[in-house]
Nanobody, 123 residues
Framework: QVQLVESGGGLVQPGGSLRLSCVASGFTFDPYIVGWYRQAPGKEREGVSC??????SSVYDDSVKGRFTISKDKNTMYLQMNNLKIEDTAVYYCAWDRVPWCGRVPPTEYEHWGQGTQVTVSP
């Protein structure tokens, strides 16, 4: 059974940085995709970024392009978030799915996801 455990959220001022981590275990399917999505109170779920195991390609939501970077090292996935903005405040979830490609935009639905980690950007 796939398990995903996030860490690294917290409170940061606008312009600051955070790095989220996600340790994954239990997956045996390959290829697959891993990604991050977020949800803020009263707002719809938003795909943030996605990484394809097939060719290492990645996609980002337009709102985070140039500021966020997704990466993966063995069983740990990361989301480096720089120049954070107040509107980035949300619960961030790492996720996994047994499909080979992310698509042109980061997905909002995955087969497995973690418990979420809160990111708050505030002066």
């Amino acid at each position: 059974q796939v398990q995903l455990v996030e860490s690294g959220g917290g409170l940061v001022q606008p312009g600051g940085s955070l790095r989220l981590s996600c340790v994954a275990s239990g997956f045996t399917f390959d290829p697959y995709i891993v990604g991050w999505y977020r949800q803020a109170p009263g707002k719809e779920r938003e795909g943030v970024s996605c990484l394809s195991r097939s060719d290492g390609s990645s996609v980002y939501d337009d709102s985070v392009k140039g500021r966020f970077t997704i990466s993966k090292d063995k069983n740990t996935m990361y989301l480096q978030m720089n120049n954070l903005k107040i509107e980035d405040t949300a619960v961030y979830y790492c996720a996994w799915d047994r499909v080979p490609w992310c698509g042109r935009v980061p997905p909002t639905e995955y087969e497995h996801w973690g418990q979420g980690t809160q990111v708050t950007v505030s002066p």
